[in-house]
């Protein structure tokens, strides 16, 4: 996709998200201004025709995209991450776990059925045995 490409997807994904959460336009010009200057942000380093790699690209893989990326404020949490495999794309947390192994090969790993008071016991564990 092209820089354009993206701005409009993701101006219209978050009408869709705002209507299905009964949230009304009010001020959509503002709220696309917003959009369109995070989503330019977030790309500025890519040539303004040059082919992007989104999350769609990488659909051979079978990962479950992140909900909360690609919620209604994508604008925001989809980023233009390097691949370790070479290049770079824009999108969500889980798709760039997947492509950067080496860069979360540090990470814990927590059973799923750990809750997050377990998990923050951890990692204050791990905190106070690093010192």
């Known amino acids: 996709m092209t820089k354009a490409q993206i701005v409009e997807k993701v101006v219209n994904d978050f ?19 917003t959009i369109i200057e995070a989503v330019e942000k977030s790309l500025q380093q890519v040539d303004l025709d040059a082919d ?9 893989l079978n990962i479950k995209c992140c909900e909360n990326c690609h919620g209604m404020y994508e604008h925001f949490e989809l980023s233009l991450i390097e691949i370790e495999s070479g290049g770079n794309a824009w999108i969500c947390c889980a798709l ?6 080496m860069k979360y090969a540090s990470d ?10 377990e998990i923050l016991e951890d990692f204050e ?3 106070r045995n690093a010192k």
């Open 125 to 127: 564990r791990r905190n």
């Open 96 to 101: 760039d776990k997947a492509l950067n192994p």
């Open 15 to 33: 009408w869709n998200h705002s209507e299905e959460n009964g949230i009304p336009r009010g001020n959509g010009a503002c709220y696309e201004k």
């Open 108 to 117: 814990p790993k927590y059973p799923p059925n750990w809750t997050l008071s």
């Open 52 to 60: 992007i790699r989104t999350c769609m690209d990488f659909g051979y």
